[in-house]
């Protein structure tokens, strides 16, 4: 006896026009992608003289994951300069979930320097990087908060004006794992 077995005709062209998708969805995209960016922009100059850490103002920005499981790449890049006397600049990388208390995540490597003084000796450009595995799909506040030895002051953006526009970048990419 002999079993004859046949399928149906099958058109991929009408297959994928049935799913019809703009693009793939978020639980379709592999380890790894990127599922969101978030790219913030400043134009402050803020400044510091002192030696406790003390909040960036331009610094902050939101991203609200798709997945919990997700890791956030945050960056910050902008330049600095410092009036008076400096030996260093430190800077942390802290996060807020859903408005709460904020997190440490990263203390940068102090910016040194021997013992400067007058104008123009300060860090020069900065760029700041953090991971983060935050565990949450709530709303992720990220930020910098910065402190200085001795007496000098430091600015971000310093006399910008109308010149530098967006003088501080920062980005937070969404990385699905």
Known sequence: MTIRVSKPAFNLREKLSELDFDRVPYEKMPVGSIIQVV??????S???NSSSYSD???TFFDIYPKFSTSKIFVSWDFGTEHQGVLNGLAFRVRRK???GSGTLLKTQDQF?????SGWGAGAGGVNITFIDTPNSAGKLTYYLQWHVELSGTVYINYNDGNNAL????????????
Do not use: L, W
């Open 46 to 48: 803020p400044t510091t």
């Open 56 to 58: 960036v103002a331009g």
């Open 39 to 44: 790219d913030h922009k400043a134009n402050n």
């Open 97 to 99: 979930i859903d408005d």
């Open 112 to 116: 040194s320097y021997p013992t400067q």
């Open 166 to 177: 967006n003088g501080i970048a920062a980005q937070g990419m969404e990385i699905r794992q």
